[in-house]
C-alpha cells in the first residue's frame, strides 16, 4: 500500500531530507536557503509551495495552488522515469533556478501541460532530457542582461501554427537556437503529430523549383507522421536594413544563420487542416539582443522568446528609434505571381492597433482567425513583424518584454469595442473603403496621460507603412509628404481637427465610415473645406466619387458640426489669425466684427491664455505671447460664433 504524506506545517529543515512516498502539501511547505529536499514519488501541491533552497523531484509535479522562489534550484531528476510532468489547475509555476537531469533508458524529459506557463527567475540547466512545452504553454526567465542558460544534451521544443495555403506567406522568427544562432534546418520540425509524438519531431524537408509549392505531412491511420512535411524554400527570404524596396529583400536558405530576433518568410504545405502545426526544437532564447540600424531603415525582426512579447514594453524601450510594428497579413492570395498577391499590413504603437487593408483571416497569433482584427498588445511566440527607424539607434529586445499571454484568451485581443468606464483613453477607427472592396482602418487616439500631442510623437503616431493606390491617411504638422495610419494626442477637445489626406487613383464609389468608437460619445464630423459642407460620420457613412488626384487640403475631421459655429461671410470667417513671428498672435478684424473673447489653447487642449478686453478699439488686436514654440488653436469667439485657427508659433 503506498504511503501518502499530507503536508499542513512549515518544513523547515537544515540538512538533506528525502521522502520516499507521495507527498500532498495542504498548508504552506518551506524549503529554506541551504536546505536539500528529495520527493522520490509524486509532489502534488494544494496550498502554497516557497521554495528558496534546493528541491528534487524524482516524478510529477502536480501544481494547484501558489509557488514562490526566490533562490535555489529545483531539479527534476530521475534514472528510472524517463517521463516527468508538470500540470495541475494552477496555470503558474515558479522556480528561481530549473535543471533537467534525466538519464532514464529511452531519456525523454519533462512535459508541460497546455496553457501553463514556467516563470525562471534566473537560469536554466537542460543537463539531459528535453523541456517539452505542450500546446500554448510558456517559458518566462526574468533576470536582466545577458544568457545565463547552460545545456547539455537536453533541449527545448515549443508549437507554433502557420498558414496552411502554399500561396501565402507567414513572417516568422525562432524562440530558439542552437549555439547561439537559428537555421531553419536546425531549428523547425514537422509538429503534425505532436500530441501522438511531443518529444520525437520529425525533420522537415525542402523542395525547390516548380511547383514552387511545399506538402503536407504524410501519416498513418493513427496520425503518426511516417514522411515529414516539405516547405519550399524558394519563398524563404529576409529583410535587414534596407531602405523599404523590393529589391532589398534577402533570399535565404535552409540553412543560413540568423540571430534570435531577426525574422524571416515561409509559406505554407497545403495541408488539409487549417493551420500547420511546426515544432520549434533548441536551446530556448532568453536575456537581451540587440540590432544597430540607421534612420529610415527597414527590418524584419520578430518575438525571440518562447513565450509572449509585451508589444507596448518592447516599444517604450526603443521609443527613440522605433515608432510601431507593421504585422503582414494574407488577404487569400491564390497564385504565387507578386501581381497577385493579396494583402497588407496590420499596425501597432502605443497609441492602439490598427488591422490590415485586407478582408481576410489574420496570420495566427495576432488576432481571431477568421476575421479582421488589429494587431494587440502582445506578440505570440514565433510571429514576425516590421520595423522602420525614426532615427539612428539600437533596438532592444530584453527579458522584461516578456509576458504570458496565450493566443486563445480574450487578453490577446486588445481590440476593445465596448466602453470601458474605467478608460480615460478615447479611440476612434475610421474606415476608407475604395471601390475594389479594400478596407483601410485609421485609428485616433486621445490619451490625456500619455504626454502625446498635435505634433509628430514618436511612438504615438504610425506612418503608413502600405500606401496604396486608393487610400486614405491622416496628416500631421501640415507634412504632405507622410502618411499615417495612426495619430495619438493628448486630451479630447471639440475644437481640435484633423486633416484627412485621400488618394484616388480609380473612377468609382469610394467611402468614409466609422468602424468603431471607443469611450468615445460625441459626434465626428467629416467636413469638405472646399464645399464648405460636412456628414456626421457617427449616423451615416460618406459616399462620394472624385477625379483622380491627392486630396491632402480638402478633407479634415472635426468635432463642431458648421451650423453650431454659425460661421458665414458676414460673420467671424473674414478675420485673419496669425503669428508674426516676434512672440505675438495678431488678429486682424478689418470688418470691425463684434468680439466676446479670444482662447488659446495647446495641443494638448489646454487653454493656455484667454483675453476678454480691449478686443473692440481697433482693427488689429495684438497677443504677446511667449509660450513654447509649437502647434497652438486659435478660438475667436463672439454670441454663438466661432472661428478657430491653428498657427505655428516658432
Avoid at 506567406?169 to 537555421?183: E, G, I, K, T
Avoid at 527570404?237 to 533570399?251: R, V
Avoid at 511612438?459 to 502618411?483: S, V
Wanted: hydrophobic residues 35%; charged residues 15%; proline residues 3%.
Amino acid at each position: 500500500m503506498k504511503t501518502h504524506y499530507y503536508l499542513i506545517t512549515t518544513i523547515l529543515t537544515v540538512c538533506v531530507t528525502s521522502l520516499n512516498a507521495q507527498i500532498s502539501n495542504h498548508g504552506d511547505l518551506k524549503i529554506v536557503s541551504g536546505t536539500d529536499v528529495k520527493f522520490t514519488d509524486e509532489y502534488v501541491n494544494n496550498g502554497n509551495h516557497n521554495s528558496d533552497g534546493n528541491l528534487q523531484l524524482n516524478n510529477n509535479f502536480i501544481n494547484n495552488g501558489s509557488t514562490v522562489a526566490n533562490s535555489g534550484t529545483t531539479f527534476f531528476k530521475s534514472a528510472t522515469n524517463n517521463l516527468i510532468q508538470i500540470s495541475g489547475t494552477a496555470d503558474t509555476v515558479n522556480f528561481y533556478n530549473l535543471e533537467l537531469d534525466v538519464t532514464a533508458a529511452n531519456t525523454k524529459g519533462v512535459r508541460v501541460e497546455d496553457n501553463r506557463v514556467l516563470n525562471l527567475q534566473n537560469s536554466l540547466y537542460l543537463k539531459n532530457g528535453d523541456l517539452r512545452l505542450m500546446g500554448e504553454s510558456q517559458l518566462i526567465q526574468m533576470h536582466s542582461g545577458s544568457n545565463t542558460n547552460t545545456f547539455g544534451a537536453g533541449k527545448l521544443l515549443k508549437d507554433q501554427q502557420g498558414e496552411s495555403s502554399v500561396y501565402k506567406y507567414n513572417y516568422w522568427s525562432s524562440p530558439v537556437n542552437r549555439s547561439a544562432v537559428f537555421s531553419i534546418a536546425s531549428c523547425l520540425f514537422d509538429g503534425s503529430d505532436a500530441d501522438l509524438n511531443p518529444f520525437s519531431p520529425q525533420a522537415i524537408n525542402l523542395n525547390n523549383g516548380a511547383p514552387y509549392n511545399g506538402l503536407p505531412s504524410v501519416t498513418d491511420v493513427s496520425g503518426n507522421v511516417t514522411n515529414a512535411l516539405t516547405i519550399n524554400k524558394y519563398w524563404l527570404y529576409t529583410y535587414m536594413f534596407g531602405n523599404g524596396s523590393y529589391a532589398d529583400w534577402l533570399h535565404i536558405d535552409e540553412n543560413t544563420t540568423l540571430n534570435p530576433g531577426q525574422g524571416y518568410t515561409m509559406k505554407g504545405t497545403g495541408t488539409s487542416s487549417s493551420y500547420q502545426n511546426y515544432v520549434f526544437y533548441g536551446e530556448p532564447n532568453n536575456g537581451d539582443y540587440t540590432f544597430t540600424i540607421n534612420s529610415g531603415e527597414h527590418a524584419l525582426l520578430g518575438n525571440p522568446y518562447p513565450s509572449a512579447l509585451d508589444a507596448d514594453q518592447f516599444l517604450t524601450d526603443n521609443a527613440s528609434v522605433v515608432d510601431a510594428l507593421y504585422f503582414w497579413v494574407d488577404g487569400g492570395s491564390t497564385s504565387h505571381y507578386l501581381t497577385d498577391y493579396l494583402g497588407g499590413y496590420g499596425v501597432k504603437n502605443l497609441t492602439g492597433g490598427t488591422p490590415p487593408s485586407v478582408a481576410s483571416p489574420l496570420i495566427y497569433g495576432i488576432g481571431t482567425s477568421g476575421s479582421v482584427t488589429s494587431p494587440t498588445q502582445y506578440v505570440s511566440v514565433g510571429q514576425g513583424f516590421f520595423v522602420q527607424a525614426s532615427s539612428n539607434g539600437t533596438i532592444q529586445f530584453n527579458n522584461a518584454q516578456r509576458a504570458y499571454k496565450t493566443e486563445s484568451s480574450t487578453e490577446t485581443t486588445f481590440y476593445r469595442l465596448n466602453s470601458n468606464a474605467n478608460d480615460l483613453n478615447k479611440y476612434i477607427r475610421i474606415g476608407y473603403e475604395n471601390p475594389g472592396g479594400f478596407h483601410r482602418q485609421l485609428l485616433l487616439g486621445f490619451l490625456p496621460n500619455s504626454g502625446a500631442n498635435l505634433d509628430y510623437n514618436m511612438g504615438y503616431d504610425a506612418k503608413m507603412f502600405d500606401l496604396r493606390d486608393n487610400d486614405a491617411y491622416f496628416i500631421i504638422e501640415d507634412n504632405d509628404d507622410l502618411q499615417y495610419v495612426i495619430q495619438g494626442v493628448g486630451e479630447f477637445a471639440t475644437q481640435m481637427e484633423f486633416p484627412l489626406g485621400i488618394k484616388i487613383s480609380e473612377l468609382g464609389n469610394h467611402k468614409i465610415t466609422i468602424d468603431a468608437l471607443e469611450n468615445f460619445n460625441h459626434s465626428v464630423y467629416l467636413r469638405d473645406t472646399y464645399t464648405n459642407t460636412e456628414i456626421d460620420l457617427t449616423a451615416s457613412d460618406y459616399e462620394f466619387s472624385l477625379p483622380i488626384g491627392v486630396y491632402n487640403n480638402r478633407f479634415v475631421i472635426a468635432f463642431e458640426a458648421l451650423n453650431d459655429l454659425h460661421i458665414d461671410d458676414n460673420s467671424l470667417k473674414m478675420l485673419q489669425v496669425f503669428y508674426n513671428g516676434s512672440e505675438s498672435i495678431v488678429v486682424k478684424n478689418d470688418k470691425n466684427i463684434h468680439i466676446d473673447r479670444i482662447e488659446i489653447y495647446n495641443t494638448l487642449g489646454q487653454l493656455v491664455l484667454e483675453k476678454q478686453d480691449n478686443l473692440n478699439n481697433n482693427s488689429t488686436i495684438t497677443i504677446p505671447f511667449a509660450h513654447p514654440n509649437g502647434i497652438y488653436i486659435v478660438d475667436v469667439k463672439s454670441d454663438n460664433t466661432q472661428k478657430s485657427t491653428k498657427i505655428l508659433k516658432y
